[in-house]
């Protein structure tokens, strides 16, 4: 599909030529007995060795990659091979609707789609980026590779391919709420959990979120000062123009959560996923970010630099914990504008 700009809604490109390791970060097989099983509904089930994945006919796409938490890294040149060719190779039966990728991990991570969306968008399996090898840390020796969706679906460390008649949803789809078409376009990131009104009501009377699962959960211009939200699951959640004053969020999942304007003043953080996660113009005084991680976070518009300063000034960032490693994680535009702000 064409577009009319290279980023998709919500989308950061990364600084330079960074790739954010996300999720798992190391396989749980070595390399050297590394087998791809392909499974379910196929004629003829079987287990390849990477030798035998290569002898299809090699392709040299280049995809642009796009986070759920907001960063993009465009124009990657990978080496692999069709999952049409593999599937046309092993035999699939009509029955089949869906393929699930299945991670060599010790979560047993997997990601699924509908068979036809996946050979649409040119699925492939990839042991190369850029003419090298792909490092073990992005899923060598194999990881399919998903034009067109969110990256959770290419799944690193590939061991499977199972071929379903239902489909059976993925570790992020089925336990964190991330949604299952994926569609970076239409920004398809999570789906809302299921609160009723009184539940909702009763959330923002105690203030007390503690460990629980309330992704997407809409706040927006409330009083709120005082949260206790440790270790909340607040993917999403819209806080935008709340009052937040010495809210606790640490060990939090906050990623993608809208803060724009809030009043953070003396916040903690620490400890907390605040990836994608969007501060613009929100009062950060006193705020404590230690061992947070920060990717894809924003806390100004992106062309602030062109913008007359009594618009992108009114954040107030006095006396904020952040590190210099957790501002240089952040996209460019965000680096020169915490590193004169920040003191
Ligand atoms: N096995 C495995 N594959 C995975 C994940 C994971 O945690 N385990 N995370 C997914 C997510 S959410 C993303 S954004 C990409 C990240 O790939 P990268 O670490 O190479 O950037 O891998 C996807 N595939
Ligand atoms: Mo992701």
């Given at each position: 599909m064409e577009h009319d700009s290279e980023l998709?809604?919500?989308?950061?490109?990364?600084?330079?030529?960074?790739?954010?390791?996300?999720?798992?970060?190391?396989?749980?097989?070595?390399?050297?007995?590394?087998?791809?099983?392909?499974?379910g509904c196929v004629d003829h089930p079987?287990?390849?060795?990477?030798?035998?994945?290569?002898?299809?006919?090699?392709?040299?796409?280049?995809?642009?990659?796009?986070?759920?938490?907001?960063?993009?890294?465009?124009?990657?040149?990978?080496?692999?091979?069709?999952?049409r060719d593999v599937l046309h190779a092993v035999g699939v039966d009509p029955a089949a609707r869906y393929v699930s990728f299945e991670s060599h991990s010790t979560r047993g991570h997997t990601s699924s789609l509908a068979l036809a969306t996946a050979l649409e968008l040119g699925t492939f399996l990839a042991w190369e980026v850029d003419g090298r090898p792909l490092p073990a840390m992005h899923g060598g020796p194999l990881r399919n590779i998903v034009p067109g969706r969110y990256f959770y679906k290419s799944v690193k460390w590939l061991c499977g391919l199972e071929l379903l008649v239902d489909d059976r949803l993925g570790y992020w789809e089925a336990d964190a709420g991330y949604h299952n078409e994926?569609?970076?376009?239409?920004?398809?990131?999570?789906?809302?959990?299921?609160?009723?009104?009184?539940?909702?009501?009763?959330?923002?009377?105690?203030?007390?979120?503690?460990?629980?699962?309330?992704?997407?959960?809409?706040?927006?211009?409330?009083?709120?000062?005082?949260?206790?939200?440790?270790?909340?699951?607040l993917r999403d959640a819209n806080f935008r123009g709340c009052r937040l004053q010495r809210a606790d969020f640490r060990g939090a999942n906050l990623s993608n959560a809208h803060f724009q304007g809030a009043k953070l003043v003396?916040?903690?953080?620490?400890?907390?996923?605040?990836?994608?996660?969007?501060?613009?113009?929100?009062?950060?005084?006193?705020?404590?970010?230690?061992?947070?991680?920060?990717?894809g976070a924003s806390f100004v518009?992106?062309?602030?630099?062109?913008?007359?300063?009594?618009?992108?000034?009114?954040?107030?960032?006095?006396?904020?914990?952040?590190?210099?490693?957790?501002i240089e994680s952040l996209a460019t535009s965000q680096v020169a504008y915490l590193q004169r702000l920040v003191k």
């Amino acid at each position: 599909m064409e577009h009319d700009s290279e980023l998709p809604p919500g989308q950061q490109r990364v600084a330079g030529d960074k790739w954010p390791l996300v999720g798992e970060r190391e396989s749980a097989v070595v390399p050297a007995t590394w087998t791809l099983a392909i499974h379910g509904c196929v004629d003829h089930p079987c287990r390849w060795t990477l030798d035998e994945v290569q002898q299809l006919p090699q392709v040299r796409p280049t995809v642009d990659i796009h986070c759920v938490t907001r960063w993009s890294k465009l124009g990657v040149s990978f080496t692999g091979v069709l999952l049409r060719d593999v599937l046309h190779a092993v035999g699939v039966d009509p029955a089949a609707r869906y393929v699930s990728f299945e991670s060599h991990s010790t979560r047993g991570h997997t990601s699924s789609l509908a068979l036809a969306t996946a050979l649409e968008l040119g699925t492939f399996l990839a042991w190369e980026v850029d003419g090298r090898p792909l490092p073990a840390m992005h899923g060598g020796p194999l990881r399919n590779i998903v034009p067109g969706r969110y990256f959770y679906k290419s799944v690193k460390w590939l061991c499977g391919l199972e071929l379903l008649v239902d489909d059976r949803l993925g570790y992020w789809e089925a336990d964190a709420g991330y949604h299952n078409e994926a569609d970076p376009w239409r920004e398809q990131r999570y789906l809302a959990a299921d609160l009723d009104k009184r539940r909702v009501k009763q959330l923002l009377a105690t203030r007390d979120f503690s460990g629980l699962d309330l992704r997407g959960f809409q706040a927006a211009d409330r009083e709120l000062d005082d949260l206790v939200a440790r270790d909340a699951k607040l993917r999403d959640a819209n806080f935008r123009g709340c009052r937040l004053q010495r809210a606790d969020f640490r060990g939090a999942n906050l990623s993608n959560a809208h803060f724009q304007g809030a009043k953070l003043v003396d916040a903690k953080f620490q400890g907390a996923d605040v990836e994608g996660t969007n501060f613009c113009q929100a009062d950060l005084r006193g705020c404590d970010f230690s061992e947070a991680s920060l990717f894809g976070a924003s806390f100004v518009v992106e062309n602030w630099q062109a913008l007359p300063e009594d618009q992108w000034q009114a954040a107030q960032l006095t006396n904020v914990r952040l590190t210099p490693q957790q501002i240089e994680s952040l996209a460019t535009s965000q680096v020169a504008y915490l590193q004169r702000l920040v003191k």
